[in-house]
């Protein structure tokens, strides 16, 4: 298992190390924003899409005092869904991959 195999050591960043500045950056303000309350591991080991996190981070911003203000919420999912992206080994040979199955 994953989770078991590195649980003794840091936990990664957020981003790739591919991750362009403009993601680097997002990521800088989602650490600073999303680490009051726990742990950057939390983050790093949670597998959402797009829009579970979009759902994910309005509930984050609406616990009292989060400090995450509402243009706060575009930011730190430019930096999260990027992840999520990136995570997959390949998009567009998966995508086709897929197509080949859905359309025979
Ligand atoms: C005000 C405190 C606070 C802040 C700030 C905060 N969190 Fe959380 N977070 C919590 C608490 C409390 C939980 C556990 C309870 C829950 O899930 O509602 C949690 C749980 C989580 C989880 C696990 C549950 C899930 O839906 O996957 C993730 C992922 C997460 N937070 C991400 C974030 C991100 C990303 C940010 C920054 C946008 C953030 N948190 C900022 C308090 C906070």
Redesign the pocket.
């Known amino acids: 298992m994953l989770v078991a195999s590195v649980s003794c050591q840091e936990t990664p960043p957020l981003y790739p190390a591919s991750a362009p500045n403009e993601i680097r950056e997002a990521c800088a303000v ?1 650490a600073q ?6 742990e950057r591991d ?2 790093v080991y ?1 597998r ?1 899409n797009p829009t ?2 979009r ?3 309005e ?3 609406k ?6 203000a509402p243009a ?2 575009e930011v ?1 999912l430019r930096c ?1 869904t990027y992840s999520a992206e990136s995570s997959v080994d390949s998009p567009a040979s998966s995508r086709m991959g897929r197509f080949a199955t859905w359309n025979p």
């Open positions: 989602t924003k999303c680490t009051a309350c726990h939390r983050i949670a959402h579970e996190w759902t994910t981070v509930r984050m911003r616990f009292p005092g989060s400090g995450i706060d919420v730190v999260l």
